[in-house]
């Protein structure tokens, strides 16, 4: 059995500054100029450094406020730069933007530091010595750079451009970065970021069409069950923190009730009702649970389900819809017929009808017999949640549910469903895809999907359906596959970076002829962010070529790297952005209220600089307008703007102008947000919408995915890759279940907000409220190890397929809110580069594993695993 031990190490290419002389500092002031003329300009001549190469150094010092957004956060949040002799000294929130309403938590204001940070990288960097180890560097001009990167490029490009393959961590702008620059090069995009919530994203859009994961009509929302959701330190759908929370609060206010599902209690803080410790990776069983209740109580809006869902779709006894000329056919009670579903006069929801064709039965009578088996009595086995507990969750879900009532939006008449829930991270797990299809089954057959109080998924300005609520359902297996493995072996696919990387290592196991050769990382990194660091490390290896767009050196950076192009911070223009929140509806675009610093470039001259030099900068500008709808006759802006060093004001000024909105790009610049206006209630809910959801039914059975199994099992392929895809969920053990009973505890990482995007991770403010790693124990379960708090202990890992173990050592932090059998550790830590965020403690995603078994029917990673800990002796 293979043992591995990770060992931090920290760079020796930067001379570290002192942090705690820095917070020392910054204790005298409570405003940031003091911070900063202090620390990075010795009082009033800070006013008169240059930043900017050829900039004057004998500034006037004179005072503005510059319209931008915030650059370190998930949601972009509106604010303004005060701005002093060039140099920005404070950030307020901009009162008129729908995210933050004039607020900044202390990330976005935090945020100057890492504008003036010593340790950004100030020219492009090429690497002098082998890859692997930490680099040696040597700084290169912006043209040296550019014509290695494009030399590299042509060569693979002339082959097979899907072997370059771009890796975000969050682009920021995904029209001119995801679709734009990489469908020019005809490069292979993959998993963003941490993976952090694709399973929801993939269930929320096969299943009822819209595009993100699980949140509620806060303002009519009366029982909210916050399924995993880190509730005082973490965002939620598709938003941050400002925005979920305010909406929470007043909704407490009115009295909403609140059940937290978690392992942990302390994302609750003091804003939940109770609490439903519940054992991780078993979330699947408990919804089936609720929905075997929701059925024996009879808690069901029938007319939602005939109407709005393919519940009494006719389903032929080998799992397929009964079709007629390619149409779905419905029992119709009115002269016990079948006919086409858009014909029948009274649609039948049970019952088995004997016909020619075989034993038929509605797709909801497939799904009652099929749950009939998943009793709270068997679900409290499985999840640690008391069956009476389970029941009665169920009970006040229906009861508040009020079906069949109404309410009075904007003088418009909507359903009225005021029970919800919210999830987002909690989708990473084994069987997130079909965990997160069945709570959305649970609130279908509640009739609150899309409803007033009710569970919604995208913040919709028009009506409108995902596109891949069609393409999910007819994507066809084929037999043969790419290093992602789309198709054959993942048909929904979220094209994980590290299963990629196990492809790599064994490419011939998939059958896969041509793995990736290089790769453009932009504001990632993988080593951390992502889960099984030392196959990562072992497939980059591998790579022939690496680029990195940051603006920091960052670990895999360091160790892979062969050129890193240094990126802007808050010094830099980039947009246009949505600022819409599920009520209102806005604009926002990142104006830099200095020049940029150093060498530094913003995103959007990178790639065009890299397009020109590839003979592609026309086609890339095109696809630019193309994707943000900017009128042709602002397209010759955009060149225009390249060529005088101001692309991205360029594109920004050119969107604003298509928009009609006076001034262009100099608007957000001296104003702030667009504010475009309240999102009508005749918008917002889908079943106010003059063809309810467009006309599509929500699929409650998922025909599709019965079609990919059984096309899968022709081929041969192994049961581990098709046993999910079943057209309703079913309940398995998870496989880290499969572990010995020595590895008695599940692991779980959480999100912190001080550090979630991994931008605040280099603000030694934001650092110094969370300084270092801890595993979370709950006190008993501590007590019977011997462990007390701030005890140094080992945690081990166990790969339930391999054998394979792996072992971090890590202080312990002694908590009473979390499950016994349950550890936790935040995801934000392990770097060894930057000196301000060096050497802070482990990261759990080295004790993570992917593969086969941990990844699931969409290539979703899960963040379980069954470990071990024990006290460090000596220490």
Not at 158 to 164: F, G, S, V, Y
Not at 373 to 390: K, L, M, N, Q
Not at 562 to 571: K, Q
Not at 718 to 736: A, Q, V
């Amino acid at each position: 059995m293979k043992k591995r031990e990770f060992i931090s190490k920290t760079s020796e290419q930067n001379e570290k500054v002192s942090r705690r002389f820095f917070l020392k500092l910054a204790t005298f002031s409570s405003a940031s100029f003091v911070i900063a003329s202090t620390f990075f300009g010795l009082g009033k001549d800070f006013f008169k450094s240059p930043l900017v190469p050829g900039e004057s150094s004998s500034l006037e010092v004179e005072e503005s406020f510059v319209g931008t957004a915030c650059w370190i956060g998930k949601q972009d949040c509106g604010m303004f730069a005060r701005v002093i002799g060039g140099r920005v000294v404070k950030l307020e929130g901009d009162p008129n933007n729908p995210r933050n309403r004039g607020k900044l938590c202390p990330k976005g204001v935090a945020q100057i530091i890492a504008l003036y940070s010593p340790y950004r990288i100030k020219s492009p960097l090429k690497r002098v010595n082998e890859k692997g180890i930490p680099g040696k560097w040597i700084e290169v001009s912006w043209d040296e750079a550019l014509d290695i990167i494009s030399k590299k490029l042509k060569e693979i490009m002339e082959r097979n451009p899907k072997l370059i393959i771009w890796q975000k961590g969050r682009s920021k702008q995904e029209s001119i970065y995801d679709r734009a620059f990489v469908g020019v090069l005809g490069a292979t995009s993959i998993g963003h970021g941490a993976y952090c919530s694709d399973a929801g994203y993939r269930a929320c859009e096969y299943t009822v069409g819209q595009h993100g994961v699980l949140h509620p009509d806060f303002r009519y929302c009366n029982y909210l069950i916050s399924w995993g959701w880190n509730i005082t330190n973490a965002g939620g759908n598709k938003l941050c923190w400002i925005t979920w929370n305010s909406e929470l609060v007043s909704a407490r206010e009115r009295g909403m009730k609140v059940i937290l599902l978690d392992p942990r209690r302390d994302g609750g803080g003091p804003h939940i009702d109770d609490w439903l410790p519940i054992r991780p990776g078993t979330d699947l069983a408990f919804w089936l649970a609720i929905a075997n209740v929701l059925v024996d109580k009879n808690y069901i809006d029938t007319e939602f389900l005939k109407k709005y869902t393919n519940a009494p779709f006719l389903v032929k006894e080998n799992g397929y819809f009964l079709k007629v000329e390619e149409k779905e056919q419905m029992w119709d009670l009115s002269d016990n017929k079948y006919k086409p579903y858009d014909v029948v006069v009274k649609p039948a929801l049970e019952g088995v009808f004997v016909t020619e064709d075989g034993n038929l039965r509605p797709a909801f009578q497939v799904f009652k017999e099929q749950i009939s088996i998943y009793t709270p009595e068997w679900a409290a086995s499985i999840t640690g949640v008391p069956a009476d507990t389970i029941r009665r969750i169920a009970i006040e879900l229906g009861e508040n549910a009020r079906i069949g009532s109404k309410v009075i939006v904007d003088g418009v008449e909507v359903p009225y469903r005021p029970v919800a829930v919210m999830a987002y991270h909690i989708s990473q797990q084994e069987m997130g895809f079909q965990a997160v299809r069945a709570c959305l089954l649970v609130f279908m057959l509640l009739g609150a999907i899309g409803a007033a109080g009710g569970v919604h998924i995208d913040f919709l300005t028009k009506p409108s359906i995902d596109k891949r609520f069609e393409s999910w359902e007819k994507v066809e297996v084929k037999s043969n596959t790419d290093f992602t493995l789309s198709s054959k072996y993942f048909p929904i696919n979220s094209k994980n970076p590290s299963l990629i990387a196990r492809v790599m290592l064994n490419p011939d196991k998939y059958g896969v002829k041509e793995v990736p050769e290089v790769i453009i990382i932009h504001m990632a990194n993988p080593l951390l962010s992502f889960t099984d660091q030392p196959i990562l490390i072992e497939a980059y290896r591998r790579l022939k070529f690496m680029i990195v767009i940051s603006p920091w050196l960052s670990e895999t950076a360091d160790y892979f790297a062969d050129i890193v192009l240094p990126t802007t911070t808050l010094d830099k223009t980039e947009g246009p952005f949505s600022a819409k929140t599920p009520y209102e509806d806005g604009y926002i675009a990142r104006i830099a209220p200095v020049k940029p610093l150093f060498k530094s470039k913003d995103e959007p001259d990178i790639y065009a600089a890299i397009c020109e030099k590839l003979g592609l900068l026309n086609k890339f500008i095109n696809e630019i307008v193309k994707e943000l709808g900017i009128k042709e006759e602002y397209r010759d802006q955009l060149l225009k703007g390249y060529r005088d060093g101001k692309f991205s004001f360029a594109i920004v000024d050119a969107w604003a102008k298509s928009k009609g909105i006076d001034g262009g790009g100099k608007y957000f610049e001296e104003k702030g947000t667009w504010y475009v206006g309240k999102i009508p209630a005749k918008i917002r809910y889908p079943s106010a919408w003059d063809k309810p959801f467009l006309g599509i039914r929500l699929r409650l059975y998922g025909e599709g995915l019965r079609r990919m199994q059984d096309e899968m099992k022709k081929m041969g392929l192994s049961e581990i890759y098709w046993r999910d895809y079943t057209p309703l969920p079913i309940w398995r053990s998870p496989t880290m279940e499969n572990s010995p009973p020595e590895y008695d505890l599940y692991l779980v990482s959480y999100k912190k907000i001080e550090y979630k995007q991994s931008r605040a991770t280099f603000v030694p403010l934001l650092a110094e409220l969370e300084p270092e790693q801890r595993i979370v124990l709950n006190s008993m379960s501590a007590k019977m190890r011997g462990i007390r708090d701030g005890d140094w202990v080992f945690v081990e890992s166990h790969n339930a397929l391999s054998g394979e173990t792996r072992r971090i050592k890590v202080r312990a932090l002694l908590r009473e809110g979390i499950r016994p059998d349950v550890v936790a550790m935040s995801h934000h830590y392990g770097f060894w580069v930057d000196p301000w965020a060096a050497e802070r403690g482990p990261t759990p995603n080295y004790l993570y594993y992917t593969e086969e078994g941990y990844v699931t029917n969409t290539a979703d990673q899960s963040f379980h695993v069954k470990v071990k800990v024990w006290k460090a002796e000596g220490d």
